[in-house]
């Protein structure tokens, strides 16, 4: 019997992961690939010298070898040369090649993340919903779609569970509940719900919605996505950082200071 009920876990888990993970690389990935970073890696034979590509492409030297440690970590590309003194190369694993292929995805990772940034006010009714960006096939063979809608996934269930949105719907799946019920504004309520209906983890008609097993399992595993939502502006700065630019705000005193958190 436990075996049932771990099943929906684990895929629930599996997803939330995924969605940190684009949350965390996402604005990275969309630098490099609209700097062109990406398209020589893909075209890559031989190993590429991370400093060069910095150089070439108008990166600072750092982020760089930063993005490449993430790059590894999802296991994309391998690095090597003298990785401790920072003289390293990298390229494309036979899994990173295939992922390559659908980098193009990534330009809507700052869309992406100013959908994510107007949930929390429009849950509130103090500002619309941004609009919502399309997604990639969802047959693709990586894990593309999940990354790129791991911001706004972050964004709507740590708002949600913090303002006790999903509470209602107690621990078991299949209380179906209407949208105008909810503590929240049903149109911006309807749109965020259809994200979660992609995940499998609601199933909604016209005027309710109800978890699925899934869903319930995702809810409460929701403070998983708190730490990492609270940075939702500052990974929206990363491509002014990794170009050079400063992306904090000068205060009054004329210090500058962060406000995402």
């Known amino acids: 019997m436990a075996a049932i009920h771990r099943a929906p876990a684990q895929a629930a888990w599996e997803k939330i992961c995924h969605h940190i993970d684009g949350l965390a690389i996402g604005s990275t990935v969309a630098t490099l690939e609209k700097t062109g970073v990406l398209a020589k890696l893909a075209a890559a034979t031989a190993p590429l010298p991370l400093d060069a590509l910095a150089t070439a492409h108008g990166l600072?030297?750092?982020?760089?070898?930063?993005?490449?440690?993430?790059?590894?970590?999802q296991g994309w590309v391998e690095r090597g040369g003298d990785i401790p003194r920072g003289n390293t190369h990298i390229l494309p694993t036979a899994s990173g090649r295939a992922w390559l292929g659908e980098c193009a995805a990534y330009r809507t990772v700052p869309a992406w993340l100013a959908f994510a940034q107007s949930i929390a006010p429009a849950l509130a009714g103090k500002a619309p919903l941004a609009p919502m960006p399309a997604l990639p096939e969802q047959n693709s063979a990586t894990r593309v779609p999940l990354q790129l809608r791991g911001a706004a996934l972050a964004a709507f269930m740590a708002t949600g569970t913090r303002m006790g949105l999903f509470t209602p719907f107690g621990p078991k799946p299949g209380r179906r509940l209407a949208l105008a019920d909810l503590s929240a504004p049903p149109e911006i309520l309807a749109r965020l719900f259809d994200l979660l209906c992609l995940e499998g983890?609601?199933?909604r008609s016209a005027?309710?919605?109800?978890?699925?097993?899934?869903?319930?399992?995702?809810?409460?595993?929701a403070?998983?996505?708190?730490?990492?939502?609270s940075y939702l502006a500052t990974l929206a700065a990363v491509p002014e950082l990794m170009q050079g630019g400063m992306a904090t705000e000068l205060g009054r005193d004329h210090t500058n200071i962060e406000t995402h958190v």
């Open 201 to 203: 983890w609601v199933e």
């Open 207 to 221: 005027e309710d919605v109800a978890f699925t097993e899934e869903g319930i399992a995702a809810m409460a595993m």
């Open 60 to 73: 600072m030297r750092g982020y760089v070898h930063l993005a490449a440690r993430l790059l590894t970590l």
């Open 223 to 229: 403070p998983q996505y708190f730490h990492s939502a």
